[in-house]
């Protein structure tokens, strides 16, 4: 199951008093004026979700709307990219490599400073194995955090197994533990990646593809394989993931994600089944403060976007022509 979604970074960024540890921003929801955690408590609905279980609830929903609110705001002030390269690595019958305690698998990565927003979509992971048994499939980042872990039942022959979804990060490394199975050498020089940068970064064309090849992972320690993938396949893709904008800048965020909260959390608040005097007498003020916080979020984030600056003329993920604004002179 994978770790972490995209906008993950913000989950419990802004937390809620008495409530757990304290959050890492040392803002909390009870900071906005009419919130407290009663109010949070009074969310619960008939199958008794806890005050933690209704927080949760509010960051998730918050998170996803945030990530297509920034998308909007920032496609006001830069021409964005979607590149969206495809691959394909399908492993075949070939030599018995013998069952060891490592990992074995694929290094898929950038080596070049034109790629700032870089991510990599994960659909299929593929596995040849001349015997069958139990492995887990694992995925790990650079710095060798484990973003991604999976238990599998191994048939003989080829396997496929579903991951869909999306990592971002300037190396993966995609590898299954070897320990219980035996798997094979696979040429991987077959593979062919078109120029992942298009026409207005095409001078950066011969260095910008991403990297693909095998690996070995013992312990903390990656081997490259060069051309064997040990009976490892994958398809996948890779593009250009703008949400690590907000990931990398949580601090200039912190206001536009505190009021979103405070928003979503009173809209959970006046659709809750339970009847208190929070979603009866006090409809009004709440329905008021909703509408506010709204309007808050909305204004804290178009300063947060317009503070940032991208670099449009060295990313291949966002166009060197800036956006054409027509400006009026009134009398």
């Known amino acids: 199951m994978p770790l972490f979604n995209i906008m993950d970074c913000l989950i419990n960024y802004i937390g809620v008093l008495d409530c757990g540890t304290p ?33 949760s609830d509010v960051n998730q929903v918050s998170a996803r709307r945030f990530q297509t609110d920034i998308m909007g705001k920032l496609r006001k002030t830069y021409k964005l990219k979607r590149i969206r390269q495809t691959f394909e690595f399908i492993p075949e019958s070939g030599t018995v490599e013998v069952a060891s305690g490592n990992y074995r698998g ?11 927003f870089q991510s990599f979509n994960i659909s299929t992971v593929y596995l040849y194995s001349t015997t069958a048994g139990n492995s887990t499939l694992k995925i790990f980042d650079r710095q060798g955090v484990e973003l991604y872990t999976k238990d599998v039942v191994v048939e003989i022959g080829l396997n496929a197994y579903q991951v869909n979804d999306v990592f971002i990060s ?42 693909f090849g095998g690996a070995t992972k013992s312990g903390a320690t990656i081997t490259n394989t060069s051309t064997n993938a040990h009976g490892v396949g994958i398809l996948g893709s890779a593009g250009c993931d703008y949400s690590q904008i907000v990931c990398n800048n949580k ?30 007498a006090d409809v009004q003020k709440y329905n008021e403060l909703k509408d506010y916080y709204q309007v808050q979020y ?3 984030l178009e300063e947060a976007v317009l503070g940032i600056e991208l670099d449009a003329m060295d990313d291949c993920c966002i166009e060197c022509s800036p956006l054409v604004k027509s400006v009026q002179w009134l009398p």
């Open 251 to 280: 601090l200039i965020f912190t206001s536009a994600w505190l009021y979103l909260l405070g928003n979503q959390l009173l809209i959970h608040l006046l659709n809750a089944d339970r009847l208190n005097k929070y979603t009866t």
């Open 106 to 116: 694929l290094l898929l990565g950038f080596s070049y400073q034109y790629f700032t």
């Open 170 to 211: 300037d190396r993966l490394f995609v590898g299954f533990d070897f320990t219980n199975i035996d798997g094979v050498e696979s040429d991987i020089t077959s593979n062919v990646s078109s120029c992942f940068c298009q026409v207005l970064q095409e001078v950066f064309c011969d260095t910008c593809n991403p990297s």
């Open 23 to 55: 959050p890492e921003s040392g803002v909390y929801i009870n900071s906005l004026p009419g919130i407290n955690t009663e109010i949070i408590n009074a969310i619960s609905d008939s199958e008794e979700i806890t005050h933690r279980g209704v927080w």
């Open 298 to 300: 909305e204004v804290q």
